[in-house]
């Protein structure tokens, strides 16, 4: 692996796999690590994908406490067994998909968090295309574990798959969680429709 990734993924890691353009990120788990290769489970329906595109290159993703990582491999070897794996090949860099790329608005929408075990409602503080800082009644919540958001967004019911890089207490003690996500087409246009609505209305009320 490259040194980012070797820094930054382990044994049993949780990671999702992209292959081509189909915009399915196919979730498995590291089995291994060697030093110029990633052993991960083979992805449900991850096999097919690739016989009918043809395709051997991949994109892994995973997240860290300092965001979402992103990095190009080829797939070098199918290994049969359980689970059965393949062997990934970086071809470049793990890169680091920073989260202000997107436009982040304050905003406060009803929400449900769901991680494993517990579904806590909640309330938005921000939010972008990227992820949701939010408040949540006074819990612990572990770093980097999967989550779900479930919302409405400017009239569109959303479900949408991230992991918590970050939690704090807020001024008043309530829990502030931060779930990063890579939201689909559909999410996405609603957050962006909101977030643009939220800009108009902030400089509607400014130009007064």
């Known amino acids: 692996m490259s040194r980012a990734g070797a820094d930054t993924l382990s044994l049993n890691s949780l990671v999702t796999v992209r292959i081509g353009e189909d915009g399915v990120d196919y979730p498995s788990r590291v089995e291994d690590i060697a030093d110029d290769s990633v052993f991960i489970a083979a992805p449900t329906g991850g096999n097919v994908t690739l016989i009918s595109s043809?395709?051997?290159e991949v994109e892994l993703s995973w997240v860290s406490p300092r965001g979402r990582y992103q990095q190009p491999?080829?797939?070098?070897?199918?290994?049969?067994g359980q689970p059965r794996l393949w062997r990934l090949r970086p071809t470049a860099?793990?890169?680091l998909i920073q989260r202000r790329r997107f436009v982040r608005v304050r905003a406060a929408v009803p929400v449900l968090l769901v991680?494993?075990?517990?579904v806590t409602p909640g309330t938005?503080?921000?939010?972008s295309e990227g992820g949701f800082r939010m408040r949540v009644p006074r819990q612990t919540i572990t770093e980097l574990v999967p989550a779900t958001i479930q919302t409405t967004i400017g009239g569109v019911?959303?479900?949408i798959h991230g992991h918590v890089i970050r939690t704090g207490l807020t001024e008043t003690g309530q829990t502030e969680v931060v779930v990063?996500?890579?939201a689909d087409m559909r999410a996405a246009d609603a957050i962006r429709r909101f977030v643009f609505q939220v800009q108009l209305r902030a400089r509607a009320v400014a130009a007064r």
């Open 54 to 56: 043809g395709l051997r």
């Open 73 to 80: 491999c080829e797939i070098v070897e199918f290994i049969s």
């Open 93 to 95: 860099p793990a890169q």
């Open 115 to 118: 991680l494993p075990g517990t």
């Open 124 to 127: 938005t503080i921000d939010i």
């Open 157 to 159: 019911q959303l479900e």
């Open 180 to 182: 990063a996500f890579d």
